[in-house]
C-alpha cells in the first residue's frame, strides 16, 4: 500500500502509504545516524477471501548484536496499512536514522486490525454466515513478529542510505479462528552512501490523499488513512494526467494542473533522504468533493452494486473503510475509465472493453464513485453517485493457458471473490500489455519464463466480457508459492 524500510518499511499485496515522521521535508539531511527508510507489502493471498485487513503498525526496532545495547527504533509513529491491495504495491512506512552498528534481528509490533471477508465456504465461520461478506476485529496473537534470519546480521556503515523491504504474508498469518499470527519476512535491503542521492531505493506505488499546499515544483498531500503527510517534487519528466476532467486547459498537461483542494493518486520514488519525487500524477476530484473507492462484491442491478470501500480521500460522513456499502447509481451518471494502468504512453487498444453503463459491472473490479448522498437501512449505508469510475484490481491465481503469440494467458484458482459469485467466475483472460512490471521473477523475466501452475498477482483493469472476465495489465508478480 505495492515495499521497503527508507528505513523505509514496504509491505506487498494489499496501495495504501503511511508517511514518516509528521511530514515529509524534500530537503531532510540525517542527524546524528544513518537514514532508513521502510517500506511494506504483503504476500497475495492464495484463495482466501480476504477483501480488506487494515493494521496498525506501532513500532519496528533493531537488535545490534552487541546484546548490551538497547533496541533501536525504525518507525518514527504508527502507521495503518491496508494489506488487501498490496498485491502488486508497496506502502511506505517510514523514514528514520538509525546509528551506524551492527543488528542481529529486527522485531515488528502490532496493534488494532479490521478484516473484511466473504465467506463462501459454505458453513458460517467466526460469526459470518455463508455467502456473506463480514468486517471482524481480528487479534494479533501474538502481538510481534522478529526476523532474524537472511539478511541478518546487517552492518550499517557511517554516511550510508538503508532501505528495507518487508514482506507480509496475509495468508499465513490468518490463522483457523481468524486470529493474526503475523509472518513477516525481509524482501529486500538496500545499501548505499550518502553521495549517491540520484540512486532510487524504492519506487512507491501509490499514495491518495489531497493537496495542502503548493510550492514551486511541490506540493503537500495529506493521506487520509494515515493522518500524515507527503511533501513532493515535481519535474520535467512527471506525467500528469486526467486533470482536463479538473477543468484544466493545459496542453500537456503540467504542474499548473495542480491546485489546493484536489483529490489525486500519486506513483512516488523515494531517494532514502527525504526527498519524494513524484513520477506520476493522476487527478481523482475537484477541491470540495470526495473520492470513495471499493471492491465491487454484488452486482444487483444496472443501477446498484455492493462494495467493500478500501479508501476514502477526504473522509466521507457515514462511512469507514472496511465496511460494506450499498451503492445507487444516478440517472445519467458517468461511467470512467481510469488512466493509471493504461501506462504514459496514451493507453492501449481497447476495442471490444466497455465500461459505460452498469452493464459493465462486475464482481471483483474496483470502482472509484462521488458520493452524493449517503442514508442508511438496517446498518449498510446506502450512498447515490453520478460517478463510476474503473480503477486497477489486484488479483491473484494460478496461470492456466498461454498464448506466447498475443502475450495472453489465463488465470484460475481465485478468489472466493469470483468463484461464490452468482453467475461464478472460475477464469479471468489476462491480456498483457508493453513495457511490463515483471515484479519478484528470478532473473531476466519476460512472458517466456511465466509457466502453467505458477501463482501469480496481476494489477490492472478488470472488464465484464463475454465468455470470461479480461484484466488488462501492465503489472505481473510472481508469488513464491508456486
Not at 493494521?55 to 502507521?79: E, N
Not at 465500461?355 to 474496483?366: I, M, N, T, Y
Request: hydrophobic content about 40%; aromatic content about 6%; charged content about 15%.
Amino acid at each position: 500500500m505495492r515495499r521497503t524500510i527508507l528505513l523505509a518499511l514496504t509491505v506487498v499485496s494489499c496501495v495504501l502509504l503511511g508517511s514518516c515522521s509528521g511530514s515529509m521535508n524534500s530537503n531532510m539531511s540525517p542527524v546524528n545516524g544513518v537514514p532508513m527508510s521502510l517500506t511494506i507489502g504483503d504476500t497475495p493471498p492464495n484463495g482466501v477471501g480476504v477483501l480488506f485487513f487494515e493494521a496498525l503498525i506501532t513500532g519496528v526496532s533493531l537488535q545490534p548484536s552487541d546484546a548490551m545495547k538497547p533496541a533501536v527504533s525504525a518507525l518514527t509513529t504508527p502507521v495503518e496499512v491496508e494489506f488487501g491491495h498490496l498485491q502488486t504495491d508497496t506502502a511506505f512506512l517510514s523514514l528514520a536514522n538509525v546509528a551506524p552498528d551492527t543488528y542481529q534481528s529486527m522485531t515488528v509490533t502490532f496493534g488494532s486490525a479490521t478484516m473484511t471477508i466473504v465467506n463462501h465456504s459454505g458453513a458460517p465461520i467466526g460469526g459470518c454466515l455463508n455467502d456473506s461478506v463480514c468486517e471482524l476485529t481480528p487479534t494479533f496473537n501474538p502481538g510481534t513478529a522478529s526476523i532474524s534470519s537472511m539478511p541478518f546480521p546487517i552492518t550499517i556503515s557511517a554516511n550510508s542510505v538503508v532501505g528495507i523491504g518487508l514482506d507480509f504474508n496475509v495468508a499465513s498469518s490468518v490463522q483457523t479462528d481468524l486470529s493474526i499470527n503475523p509472518t513477516v519476512t525481509i524482501r529486500n535491503l538496500t545499501q548505499r552512501m550518502q553521495d549517491e542521492d540520484d540512486q532510487e531505493m524504492e519506487e512507491v506505488d501509490e499514495v491518495d490523499g489531497q493537496v495542502t499546499a503548493l510550492g514551486t515544483n511541490q506540493f503537500t498531500l495529506m493521506n487520509e488513512r494515515s493522518g500524515q503527510s507527503f511533501m513532493i517534487d515535481v519535474d520535467s519528466s512527471t506525467v500528469f494526467e486526467e486533470f482536463d476532467r479538473g477543468g484544466c486547459t493545459a496542453n500537456p498537461e503540467d504542474f499548473t494542473c495542480v491546485m489546493t483542494g484536489q483529490v489525486l493518486n500519486v506513483k512516488l520514488s523515494g531517494n532514502g533522504m527525504g526527498t519524494m519525487l513524484a513520477t506520476r500524477v493522476e487527478f481523482e476530484e475537484d477541491a470540495n468533493r470526495q473520492a470513495l473507492k471499493g471492491t465491487i462484491t454484488t452486482v444487483d442491478s444496472a443501477t446498484q452494486f455492493h462494495m467493500v470501500v478500501f479508501n476514502e480521500e477526504p473522509a466521507v460522513s457515514g462511512i469507514s473503510q472496511g465496511s460494506v456499502a450499498e451503492v445507487t447509481i444516478n440517472p445519467g451518471a458517468t461511467f470512467q475509465v481510469g488512466r493509471e494502468e493504461m501506462g504514459e504512453d496514451g493507453g492501449f487498444d481497447n476495442s471490444g472493453l466497455s465500461f459505460a453503463s452498469g452493464a459493465d459491472l462486475l464482481v471483483g473490479q474496483d470502482v472509484q464513485i462521488r458520493p452524493g448522498s449517503v442514508s442508511s437501512s438496517g446498518g449498510t449505508p446506502t450512498i447515490a453517485t453520478g460517478l463510476v469510475r474503473l480503477w486497477p484490481s489486484q488479483i491473484t491465481g494460478q496461470v492456466g493457458s498461454i498464448d506466447s503469440s498475443t502475450g495472453a494467458f489465463t488465470l484460475t484458482g481465485l478468489s472466493p471473490l469470483f468463484t461464490g459469485a452468482t453467475p461464478a467466475v472460475t477464469t479471468i483472460k489476462v491480456t498483457t500489455l508493453s513495457q511490463m512490471d515483471f515484479m519478484d521473477f528470478s532473473g531476466s523475466a519476460s512472458m517466456g519464463t511465466l509457466a502453467a501452475g505458477d501463482t501469480v498477482s496481476v494489477k490492472g483493469l478488470l472488464f465484464n466480457t463475454t465468455g470470461m472476465p479480461t484484466l488488462v495489465t501492465r503489472t505481473l508478480r510472481q508469488n513464491d508459492e508456486h
